[in-house]
């Protein structure tokens, strides 16, 4: 069975500070790597995940996947309370649409 | 439209009752996922479409649990005789393109929490 695996549960850490999220992931037949931020509602999409060794950044955001470990961290650089929220790693496999989820980390920015 | 939405927002049942939810994906695409997230826990995978059809139901309890996605219609997934721990809130999600494209991101509706007493 896939599984996902994301480390720390939770982070608490202070305006300003970088933090690095981790994902580490057994799937048969990878296909992609998803992080997405859920504050109340909706996940809402931050980035995809193909190839190994190629950052993706979105502002204050990046994203690097290694297929040969297998994991992918999240950066968050000068963090704002904004950023508080459980950030969701999961992944996909060719052969199905499902996305197979970590149990996510929960970050709190303290002002 | 531009959004994944979902109806209702709460739903509260008593043991035993009916519950339904519904989904419009967004316009276009042709996948539909249906995930239950119990207690902000991790998701849990339920059933996907294909426009209309059943693409993997390998996460439906197969009793109580059924979905559809009928044309012209907002998908739907039905419980019925429901439990204290069918309680979750229910995340339906679409996407555009099959297997294989790259481009399988999948979007999320703002969920449906269902309460059972």
């Known amino acids: 069975e896939d599984k996902v695996v994301q480390s720390p549960l939770s982070l608490v850490v202070h305006e300003g500070d970088t933090v690095t999220l981790n994902c580490s992931y057994e799937v048969t037949n990878f296909r992609s790597l998803l992080w997405y931020k859920q504050e109340k509602k909706a996940p809402t999409f931050l980035f995809m995940l193909?190839?190994?060794?190629i950052e993706k950044k979105s502002g204050r955001l990046s994203s690097i996947l290694d297929k040969k470990e297998p994991f992918s961290i999240l950066n968050i650089t000068a963090t704002q309370t904004g950023d508080s929220a459980v950030y969701l790693c999961a992944s996909t496999n060719f052969g199905n649409e499902k996305l197979t989820f970590g149990t996510g980390t929960r970050l709190t920015i303290i002002p | 439209g531009e959004e994944v939405a979902q109806t209702p927002k709460h739903l509260v049942r008593g043991e035993g009752q009916k519950a339904k939810l519904y989904c419009a994906p967004i316009k276009g695409h042709s996948y539909v996922f249906w995930y239950q997230q119990v207690l902000k826990n991790e998701f849990k995978f339920l059933i996907s479409f294909q426009n209309e059809n059943v693409f993997d139901e390998t996460g439906m309890p197969k009793e109580r649990f059924s979905a559809k996605c009928l044309p012209n219609s907002p998908c739907s997934l039905e419980i019925q005789a429901t439990k204290l721990e069918d309680s979750a809130v229910y995340f339906c999600a679409s996407s555009q393109f099959p297997s294989g494209s790259f481009t399988d991101t999948q979007y999320f509706g703002p969920g449906t929490r269902l309460t059972v007493l």
């Open positions: 193909t190839s190994s060794g």
